[in-house]
């Protein structure tokens, strides 16, 4: 069974950074494509940011140039780390495994960060 846990949330000052882990469990995240979503408050889930098993990322608009998406292969574990945080990054992020041959989705928890002074 697939399983993916995230940690790292909290609350922060704007310009703060913050960085969230995501380790995966029952699947190589270096087989498949794990990305990272945002949900706000009373608004749809949106991807914030993606990494293939090739190593290709991919960012959305709002987190270019602040946020960056990394791997360690060793510890099956996803990193987002997320610089000049503003209050628009509030909301629940969760970490996504696109499992290649099928296609399926295996979803976290979420972690909540909220970005306030």
């Known amino acids: 069974q697939v399983q993916l846990v995230e940690s790292g949330g ?11 882990s995501c380790v995966a469990s029952g699947r190589k ?15 749809q889930r949106e991807l914030v940011c993606l990494i293939t098993r090739s190593g290709v990322t991919n960012y959305a608009d709002s987190a270019k140039g602040r946020f960056s998406i990394s ?3 060793a510890k099956n574990t996803v990193f987002l780390q997320m610089n000049s945080l503003k209050p628009e990054d509030t909301g629940v992020y969760y970490c996504n495994l696109v ?5 399926n989705r ?7 960060d909220t970005v306030s002074s």
């Open 10 to 20: 909290g609350l922060v000052q704007p310009g703060g950074s913050l960085r969230l």
């Open 71 to 73: 791997r360690d292969n």
């Open 106 to 112: 295996v979803w976290g928890q979420g972690t909540l």
């Open 99 to 103: 499992e290649y041959y099928t296609g």
């Open 29 to 43: 995240i270096s087989d498949n494509t794990m990305a990272w979503y945002r949900q706000a408050p009373g608004k």
